[in-house]
């Protein structure tokens, strides 16, 4: 379901943004509208979606559009043109107390500066929306305090903003955000002015948080590892227009154009491949409840493997059995797997990053099983397709 559609947007900054959009229709460049007729071109022709419960970053070089994009999400700038649905409502033809509604209800905000009050203590600065709102004040230091349970600052509701770090000061902004119970965040380059680690250290917060509460995101950054390590997709922006959409793999392996690729090139492709993204699906595989030895070893002979997963009635894996282990059931005339299945084996879920998996796999004597929350068997990765599959996407073993 789409939470956040947008179509054909346009920003033209200026007096007389019509002569802009009928030069942008004519295929006249950003710079040729700002040389001729003094006019911004802030977002041009863009559209997309974004679906309920994912994070979508918005990313871009300064002066791209990413920031003025996100604004006009919530109206904080009026588009030129086009339209904002959220949850297929547009932006544009809301009315004052409807857009209110929207600005304090369903939508928060969180950017990079930490714009909080200094005479407030941090509970009353996470309970501003709240007070905005007209909420009585218990109620909504109880949500407050929630809010700043969730990003990890229990027992700091009566300091003051200047008793605290660059990371908790923003922590106390996302959780001036969440005590809203928004269901979509707008993050505008809201960790850009963090020190590295604790930068780290935020997003990590977030993708913890994001877990749990399953949050529509916009996040606008200009760090291609941000939006990599946060994004389900990416928008990637140039002189106001989209150049590509896409997840974080596609925008890697198949950049759309030379802006592109420069804009990746120097990324460590292992960081965002998966497991899922390099393991092979196999048929080859034994039905604890049907196949015994034999049945097993005809299966390795067939598809010239000396190991076979083992799952049970609902595509479970159960463990692995080798060819040795299988043939001497078969010499002594068993007809269960049951004794020679090997229960103790490594697996990995297939969102387990590729530059993890050479480690797993360094002393591995079988292929590594790829199995989801429920144990359910989805795939297998051998040490040769690992590499091959890094080599064919640009990544180095």
Same mark, same amino acid.
């Given at each position: 379901?789409? #939470?956040?559609? $947008?179509?054909?947007?346009? #920003?033209?900054?200026?007096?007389?943004?019509?002569?802009?959009?009928?030069?942008?229709? #004519?295929?006249?460049?950003?710079?040729?509208?700002?040389?001729?007729?003094?006019?911004?071109?802030?977002?041009?022709?863009?559209?997309?979606?974004?679906?309920?419960?994912?994070?979508?970053?918005?990313?871009?070089?300064?002066?791209?559009?990413?920031?003025?994009? $996100?604004?006009? /999400?919530?109206?904080?700038?009026?588009?030129?043109?086009?339209?904002?649905?959220?949850?297929?409502?547009?932006?544009?033809?809301?009315?004052?107390?409807?857009?209110? =509604?929207?600005?304090?209800?369903?939508?928060?905000? $969180?950017?990079?500066?930490?714009?909080?009050?200094?005479?407030?203590?941090?509970?009353?600065?996470?309970?501003?929306?709240?007070?905005?709102?007209?909420?009585?004040?218990?109620?909504?230091?109880?949500?407050?305090?929630?809010?700043?349970?969730?990003?990890?600052?229990?027992?700091?509701?009566?300091?003051?903003?200047?008793?605290?770090?660059?990371?908790?000061?923003?922590?106390?902004?996302?959780?001036?955000?969440?005590?809203?119970?928004?269901?979509?965040?707008?993050?505008?380059?809201?960790?850009?002015?963090?020190?590295?680690?604790?930068?780290?250290?935020?997003?990590?917060?977030?993708?913890?948080?994001?877990?749990?509460?399953?949050?529509?995101?916009?996040?606008?950054? =200009?760090?291609?590892?941000?939006?990599?390590?946060?994004?389900?997709?990416?928008?990637?922006?140039?002189?106001?227009?989209?150049?590509?959409?896409?997840?974080?793999?596609?925008?890697?392996?198949?950049?759309?154009?030379?802006?592109?690729?420069?804009? $990746?090139?120097?990324?460590?492709?292992?960081?965002?491949?998966?497991?899922?993204?390099?393991?092979?699906?196999?048929?080859?595989?034994?039905? /604890?409840?049907?196949?015994?030895?034999?049945?097993?070893?005809?299966?390795?002979? #067939?598809?010239?493997?000396?190991?076979?997963?083992?799952?049970?009635?609902?595509?479970?894996?159960?463990?692995?059995?080798?060819?040795?282990?299988?043939?001497?059931?078969?010499?002594?005339?068993?007809?269960?797997?049951?004794?020679?299945?090997?229960?103790?084996?490594?697996?990995?879920?297939?969102?387990?990053?590729?530059?993890?998996?050479?480690?797993?796999?360094?002393?591995?004597?079988?292929?590594?099983?790829?199995?989801?929350?429920?144990?359910?068997?989805?795939?297998?990765?051998?040490?040769?397709?690992?590499?091959?599959? /890094?080599?064919?996407?640009?990544?180095?073993?």
């Amino acid at each position: 379901m789409d #939470k956040i559609r $947008v179509e054909g947007l346009y #920003k033209i900054f200026g007096p007389s943004p019509k002569k802009a959009l009928q030069m942008l229709s #004519k295929g006249r460049t950003k710079d040729e509208i700002m040389a001729e007729t003094r006019h911004g071109v802030g977002v041009n022709n863009a559209s997309f979606e974004v679906k309920e419960g994912e994070i979508v970053v918005v990313m871009g070089l300064s002066g791209s559009g990413k920031s003025t994009l $996100v604004r006009c /999400l919530n109206r904080l700038i009026t588009p030129t043109a086009g339209k904002v649905l959220i949850d297929g409502q547009d932006v544009a033809t809301m009315g004052d107390e409807e857009l209110r =509604h929207l600005r304090q209800r369903k939508m928060g905000m $969180v950017f990079q500066n930490f714009a909080l009050f200094p005479h407030r203590t941090v509970l009353e600065n996470a309970a501003l929306g709240l007070e905005i709102q007209g909420m009585d004040k218990s109620e909504r230091l109880r949500l407050a305090e929630e809010a700043l349970s969730m990003v990890g600052l229990d027992g700091w509701g009566e300091s003051y903003p200047r008793q605290l770090s660059g990371g908790m000061q923003q922590r106390v902004g996302l959780a001036r955000a969440l005590a809203l119970s928004p269901d979509i965040l707008l993050m505008d380059e809201a960790f850009s002015a963090l020190d590295p680690l604790i930068r780290r250290d935020m997003q990590d917060e977030l993708i913890n948080l994001q877990e749990r509460m399953r949050k529509t995101i916009v996040f606008i950054s =200009h760090d291609l590892d941000e939006a990599l390590k946060l994004g389900d997709r990416i928008i990637l922006m140039k002189d106001g227009a989209i150049v590509q959409i896409g997840t974080p793999e596609q925008i890697l392996t198949s950049p759309a154009d030379e802006y592109v690729a420069r804009f $990746v090139e120097d990324v460590d492709i292992t960081k965002v491949l998966t497991a899922e993204s390099v393991m092979k699906r196999s048929e080859a595989v034994a039905d /604890l409840r049907t196949d015994g030895p034999r049945a097993a070893l005809r299966k390795m002979r #067939k598809h010239n493997i000396a190991h076979l997963f083992v799952v049970d009635h609902n595509h479970r894996l159960v463990g692995i059995v080798s060819a040795d282990a299988a043939a001497n059931l078969a010499a002594r005339g068993e007809e269960q797997l049951a004794e020679a299945i090997c229960t103790e084996i490594k697996t990995v879920f297939p969102d387990t990053p590729a530059q993890d998996l050479f480690g797993i796999m360094a002393d591995l004597p079988y292929p590594l099983a790829v199995v989801d929350e429920n144990n359910k068997f989805k795939g297998l990765i051998v040490r040769g397709t690992l590499v091959a599959a /890094l080599a064919e996407r640009g990544g180095a073993a």
